[in-house]
């Protein structure tokens, strides 16, 4: 089988579908990431690094059975600035969209579109830009199942996602996974403040999907940790003391209960804005020490890079996340080849999309969609 990769990145979605599928076409905007991408798969020819605005049809070889798009998140971003799809880096959807509609004009329309973005897709704009995409993807003929798939289902990473995947022709779900209504594990309530938003005919193509549940992994945060890191220092006494100073008494009393344990005890913090007692806002070190990572961030500000904290009795130890163990939280080989500098790694996982869920969306849902209607013909 074979697919396009719309933006994509330093290449999750192809190494989640596997060597069995052949990338016709590859495209990001990010020279970073491309150099990235060819670093692993080879300078084949396949990825073009454009801006996807300047994309022809002319471009594109063939028919994929597959088009996978994780299109830019940060205007849909619960911690965005709220422009949805009409933001300049959330809007790339439409380009995207529109050689989509070229593809159908042309008659090599994707058998399978598959797109992914954060779960603030849902809320973003009251529900209408998610509602946007679902009348686009039913007017040009697609049935689409969206969902939202937590990485956490495969790695000690907390990252929900928004999942639409839509079905064209020659492709068809499986029957036994579609069912009449939501269902709590993949479609969340809001889920029906979009519905309330959409045409007859793009209520009449939304299909409820229900994918098998993957068997619990046993994998903690603290398993994926590197004894010796590159890339990163382990902060001085000094900047540790300043990031428990920055803690609530509540994430102060979840570290000395760790502090109690007489064990190693890693967790990890990020730094938020938070409003005090008074309404003042001011920045709060939150950490959690439940074995999972919080979801990766690009590293836009100092805020958004994920800390460390390694806490044995009365030694308390803090550094940040190293860029193989953000890579690790994504799912990467260990052989993936990480860019040198530590804000383009931690930017490159950031923004990818987890492997694994990209791999058993493909086992479960997007490649039975496929064989079924070939074994019919």
Known sequence: MNFYEFFAGGGMARLGLGDQWRCLFANDI????????????????????QDINTVTLAQIPGQADLAWASFPCQDLSLAGNGAGLEGDRSGTFWPFWNIIRGLKGEHRSPRVI??????????????????????????????YAPMIID???????????????????????????????????????????????????A?????????PLPTPHDIRFADIIENNPTGVDWHTPEE???????????????????????TVVVGTIY???????????????????????GCLRTPTGGSSRQIILVVEGESIRSRLLSPRETARLMGLPEDYPLPVRYN????????????????WLRQHLIEPALIAVEEVA
């Open 240 to 262: 540790t003391q300043r990031l428990l100073n920055l803690m609530s008494p509540l994430h102060r009393s979840k570290v000395e209960e760790a502090q109690r344990v007489g």
């Open 271 to 293: 730094k938020r804005t938070r409003a005090d007692e008074d309404g003042v806002r001011q920045q709060r070190a939150e950490v959690r020490f439940d074995g999972v990572a």
């Open 344 to 359: 383009n790694a931690y930017h490159l996982a950031g923004d990818g999309v987890a492997v694994p869920v990209v791999a």
């Open 203 to 211: 209520l009449e193509n939304w299909l409820w999907i229900k994918l």
């Open 114 to 143: 598959v797109l992914e973005n954060v779960y603030g897709t849902v809320t973003s704009h009251n529900g209408r830009d998610m509602a946007a995409i679902c009348e686009s993807l039913a007017a040009a003929g697609y049935r």
């Open 30 to 49: 990010d020279d970073m990431k491309a150099e990235t991408y060819r670093a692993y798969f080879g300078d084949t020819g396949e990825l073009c690094a």
């Open 151 to 201: 990485a956490q289902l495969f790695l000690p990473h907390s990252r929900p996602r928004l999942f639409i995947a839509a079905f064209g022709h020659g492709s068809q779900p499986p029957v036994d996974l579609i069912v009449q209504g939501p269902m709590e594990q993949w479609h969340p309530k809001a889920f029906q403040f979009v519905r309330k938003l959409l045409s007859e005919n």
